[in-house]
């Protein structure tokens, strides 16, 4: 599936590491971590307290989540493929991943916001 | 339980509208009480007037979206007992619709006091009858069968007391006695014992209430009254009608009158020593606008009062009078007796809190949670039941308390102009903090965390936002009271 959703964007690459051991593992990690980062924001920190509730908390969260969404791609496929430094299809690849990343921590807002309780109208 | 509650004159207005605000507070009152507010003036461009129907009719449509079902959830919720017009009512053998308003006209006459009497058409014996009973002299406004009546009697009960005469057969009279049929519904009076409307309109409602030939439910039916003795002083103003050097020649008369003529259950007297603030002295209309006075609170709680009493209670014509823990011109809460303490002051101190809560602090923290939830950012200036709650709680409310401080006696407990820690001006919240950490009292992220906490937990059983809203309005001032923890009860 991740596979699929990446080529769709940046084309194959002739490395076939990228197939067997980056697209698949990044695009499960980054689920996992924007689902992790989406439960704080509204299950934890949201429920707990209103101190981390707002708009501005959720932009810069959403920040947060897109700049590891675009580094864990980078460092990711650096590691597998032995590269010592990206090239463009990295960029490219990490790019995608930041969209990703975007759906899924948008999508997991709307999805958890109703189970907070300072949070549920951020920022929709 | 219905109360009849009729309010005679201009005191009979200012009593009314600091019993809404009593009312509004949540002050206690039995279950199943419903107040019939009937305002009996002739003055119907009175101001005081005015302002108790407009606190009246505010009250109502709060009330109305606030509570779907008709039914508050205890006797201590704000707004909780239904105020009903007479109108509404239904009234067996009625012949007249009397209208919604809480207001109906007394008479159809408008004029002086000469064309009501129809002295033109009188014969000459009884002409000169009427000038031996009333001034009649060249003064074009101010004599006595010149006053124009639709200001009222200008402080002369003796004109009233000839208009009221005719009440039996006035409209609203007739519907009143039609409505009235449950034998568990209670009569109150509030009517000044000085002045012309009340003084004149209280004896004859009465006399016509004891009539023998009255239906039996009414006969039947327990009655009380308060009656307000001075309280305040006039300025001179020696083209005004109404004589304030009669204030209590006018007492001491009727006080005499009404000990061997009026028999009701329960008669309620205040009064205090007028204070040196004057008010103006107008005669009548809408310039006649006095300031709130404790006494008037005081008089509020008199109708609470009696409508708290079960039916038990009433042994006999019994006689009550109002008396402070200590006799200052400055009161603050410790002066009140535990009663009033219990009963009426510490509602009002949760209905500041949630009058703050409302008017300060939601309409500056619209992005919330809370407040989105409720629609607050798109209802809160335009939605009828919340541009009304606006009004009650900023300035109906403030200003009746406002009053009340300005006035003299002064009572000023609380302090809208600080933050939430010193509203309550007998205790400041004490903050326990170090280096900025610890407990700060009641501060915007507390209110934010009770709001954010407490309004979701209101949703499944009030899902209407009018209604989830007076909730969280009332859960925020408890734990706001809660803060604040008891008051100092000790007089120092």
Redesign the interface.
Known sequence: MFTALYELFIGKNPDPTYRNAVFTSVGTLTLLIMLVLAALFYLLLGRW???F???SHWILTLVIALIIGFSLAISYAKDATGEPSADSYMYGFAGVNLLWALIVFVGASALFRRG???????PF | MKLFLFAIGGTGARVLRSLTMLLASGAKTPADLTIVPILLDMDMQNGDTARALDGVELYRTIRNSAYPNGKAPDTRAFFAAPMQSLGTLQSDGAQERIGDSFLPQLTEHQGTFETFLNVSTMDDIDRELLKTLYDNSARPTSAELKLDLSVGFKGNPNIGSVVFNALEDAPLYRYFVGAFNNDTDRIFIISSIFGGTGSSGFPQLVKLLQDPSQKTPIRNARKGAVTVMPYFALDENSQSAIDQNRFNSKTKAALSYYQSQIHLDSLYYIGDKPGAKLYANVEGGAKQTNNAHVVEMLAAEAVLDFANRSAGEFAGKTYYEYGLRRDDRNLNLVHFADATYQNVLLSLVRFSYASKFYVDYIPANL???FA??LNLPQQLGTGTYYVALTKFMGDLYRRWLAEMADNDRRFDPFNFATDFNGLVREKQIETKTFMGFGDKGITD?FL??QA??IE?KLMAPYPQPEARLMHLLMAVADRCTEKLGDLNRQLV
């Not at chain 1, 907070?116 to 951020?122: E, P, Q």
């Open positions: 307290r209103a101190v509730h707002r708009t907070s309780v300072y949070a549920r109208h951020t | 992005r919330e949670s989105k939830s992220s934010l965390n954010g906490d979701p």
